[in-house]
């Protein structure tokens, strides 16, 4: 089937290389308003956005990240992280940090953030832009400096960190993944 939305499902990828130059503002208010838009359970809408092009910042974090990944680590993923020069964010102009009120009433939350980064990750690849969806920033969350983070991001009280999407004019691009078949049941 020939459909621009299935078209940018199949053609987005997860980029971990991006070029120095900034998203535009206009850019940048597009993808705020397309994850403003996703869908969320009731309608509660639980999700904070925090966008962070402080390059200084995101440095930290990626640091604090390593440090706590790096207590556990073992074989390839603690030589990947033990990497001076690796980030979690790819080094991306641009990151968006989702949190999320985690109150009991507002316990579908996570998934209403999957699918505010799923809408940014979409809509950044139809104006030819490179996205990463990222969890593992939690664990700078985790660790000692968790607090100041959620101070300097800004997270409103009672809310917390959920997923990040990193963005940026893509440095290179993949091949897509193999699908995996067989995973489907239909019931008529």
């Given at each position: 089937?020939?459909?621009?939305?299935?078209?940018?499902?199949?053609?987005?990828?997860?980029?971990?290389?991006?070029?120095?130059?900034?998203?535009?503002?206009?850019?940048?208010?597009?993808?705020?308003?397309?994850?403003?838009?996703?869908?969320?359970?009731?309608?509660?809408?639980?999700?904070?956005?925090?966008?962070?092009?402080?390059?200084?910042?995101?440095?930290?974090?990626?640091?604090?990240?390593?440090?706590?990944?790096?207590?556990?680590?073992?074989?390839?993923?603690?030589?990947?992280?033990?990497?001076?020069?690796?980030?979690?964010?790819?080094?991306?102009?641009?990151?968006?940090?989702?949190?999320?009120?985690?109150?009991?009433?507002?316990?579908?939350?996570?998934?209403?953030?999957?699918?505010?980064?799923?809408?940014?990750?979409?809509?950044?690849?139809?104006?030819?832009?490179?996205?990463?969806?990222?969890?593992?920033?939690?664990?700078?969350?985790?660790?000692?400096?968790?607090?100041?983070?959620?101070?300097?991001?800004?997270?409103?009280?009672?809310?917390?960190?959920?997923?990040?999407?990193?963005?940026?004019?893509p440095a290179a691009t993949k091949e897509?993944?193999?699908?995996?078949?067989?995973?489907?049941?239909?019931?008529?």
């Amino acid at each position: 089937m020939n459909n621009p939305v299935l078209e940018a499902i199949a053609g987005r990828r997860s980029i971990r290389a991006y070029k120095s130059e900034q998203i535009s503002e206009e850019q940048l208010q597009a993808l705020i308003a397309a994850a403003q838009q996703a869908p969320s359970a009731r309608n509660l809408q639980p999700f904070h956005f925090t966008v962070v092009q402080d390059q200084a910042l995101l440095s930290r974090i990626n640091e604090s990240m390593r440090a706590e990944v790096l207590k556990t680590a073992l074989g390839k993923m603690k030589e990947t992280f033990s990497a001076s020069q690796y980030s979690v964010f790819y080094h991306a102009p641009t990151v968006i940090f989702i949190s999320t009120d985690m109150s009991a009433e507002k316990r579908y939350a996570r998934h209403d953030c999957g699918c505010a980064a799923e809408n940014i990750a979409l809509a950044a690849h139809s104006m030819g832009l490179g996205t990463v969806i990222l969890g593992m920033p939690w664990e700078a969350f985790k660790g000692p400096d968790g607090d100041e983070y959620r101070r300097l991001l800004r997270f409103p009280e009672g809310y917390d960190y959920m997923v990040s999407v990193a963005v940026g004019v893509p440095a290179a691009t993949k091949e897509a993944h193999p699908v995996a078949g067989g995973l489907v049941d239909i019931i008529r």
